[in-house]
């Protein structure tokens, strides 16, 4: 872990320079301080030391974050004694090549390959203890049941993390945050905030501060250091929202002249429409308001997705958390960020399949793909 963190320091540049094709700069320079502090020995990961791999592990990991990805889903694993074979989404495998040439040099057993979809499924299917897959629903399903029985199977999929602006909540942090939290790694980003529920007795305050935190972000192409909201990276999932907004609830904030991006779009929707269960990867922002508590859990409870929740205020509802497995109160999920800490949630985000288990929720990968020695 030490070689490996030493080697991404003195190459801090170079893979700087290749993220930034996918991501702004400051997202680029966030990642890389995640991935740096995953790669310090501690107490989270101490663990390893007494753990065995299961075998050979197949990793499909997402476009976005390509690098703490990488970590979270292969080198992790590959720490915990695995051989791990990975195919990482095209769209940024360029940042991926470079970072796993590091973890070669440094003694790691993962390679990359660039295989078709299909047949790295069906190698995998052949040759697996274990496999990891981040992506679509669609694709987790046909794993699910195309693996053997006995290969471990963790699938990662969308997110659609909620924000709450209770009555007890500081309005203008609130509403500089959730635009904070909403463009981060230009809005495509499974712990981004894709909803926001507002009480009904702040709502028009919110919607102000809202309107007036939007307003200062800054666009601008992904190289340059002050800007906020880039160019897309999977740019096909805005068509559906922003090439007829009117279609969605009412427009507050529009993305642009034609949709065009990049830009912050915002809509008061109603908590069943698709724009607040359904969207995911786009600047897209719907607020949704609530009378009380009662009203508020409804809500939640809607929608096949359950990671994040953010509460504005000094505490929870009375009602808890309900499924929702990330949880920040008066901060942000990004605050609390951890490597070496289970992750995933409930619903169709997460499954977690192995001996005698088949759950959703969090799960550390690289224990889940290991056994004791």
């Not at 893979?15 to 991501?23: G, K, M, P, R, W």
């Amino acid at each position: 872990m030490v070689r490996l963190a030493e080697a991404v320091e003195a190459h801090r540049a170079e893979l700087t320079s290749a993220l930034v094709q996918v991501e702004t700069h400051r997202t680029a320079a966030t990642e890389l301080d995640w991935l740096l502090a995953g790669l310090i020995p501690g107490v989270n990961n101490a663990w390893l030391a007494q753990r065995r791999g299961i075998g050979t592990v197949f990793t499909a990991t997402p476009a976005t974050l390509p690098l703490y990805s990488m970590l979270l889903f292969a080198l992790a694993p590959a720490l915990a004694g695995n051989r791990v074979v990975v195919r990482a989404a095209s769209a940024s495998r360029d940042c991926v090549r470079l970072l796993l040439a590091l973890a070669v040099e440094a003694g790691l057993p993962v390679e990359l390959v660039e295989q078709p979809w299909a047949e790295f499924s069906a190698t995998a299917a052949g040759n697996a203890g274990g496999v990891v897959y981040c992506g679509s629903v669609g694709h987790a399903a046909e794993l699910d049941e195309a693996l053997p029985e006995h290969v471990r199977l963790i699938c990662q999929g969308p997110g659609v993390c909620a924000a709450v602006v209770t009555d007890a909540a500081d309005i203008p942090v609130a509403a500089r945050t959730v635009i904070a939290t909403r463009i981060f790694n230009n809005s495509q980003d499974c712990m981004a905030t894709e909803r926001v529920y507002v009480h009904r007795s702040v709502y028009g305050e919110f919607i102000d501060a809202l309107l007036t935190a939007a307003d200062t972000v800054k666009t601008g192409p992904n190289d340059d250091p002050t800007t906020q909201l880039g160019p897309l990276l999977i740019d096909g999932l805005a068509n559906r929202w922003l090439s007829n907004p009117t279609d969605h609830g009412t427009v507050l904030r529009s993305p642009g002249q034609d949709g065009a991006l990049p830009g912050l779009a915002i809509f008061e929707a109603d908590a069943d429409a698709p724009i607040v269960l359904e969207e995911k990867y786009c600047p897209v922002l719907p607020v949704v308001e609530y009378r009380d508590d009662h009203d508020l859990a409804a809500m939640l409870t809607l929608g096949d997705y359950a990671l994040g929740l953010t509460v504005f205020g000094p505490k929870l509802p009375r009602f808890g958390t309900l499924d929702f497995c990330h949880v920040a109160v008066d901060s942000t999920l990004y605050e609390h960020e951890d490597a070496w800490t289970p992750f995933g949630g409930h619903r169709r985000t997460t499954l977690v399949r192995g001996p005698g288990v088949r759950r959703t929720g969090p799960v550390l990968v690289p224990y889940a793909l290991s056994e004791p020695l």
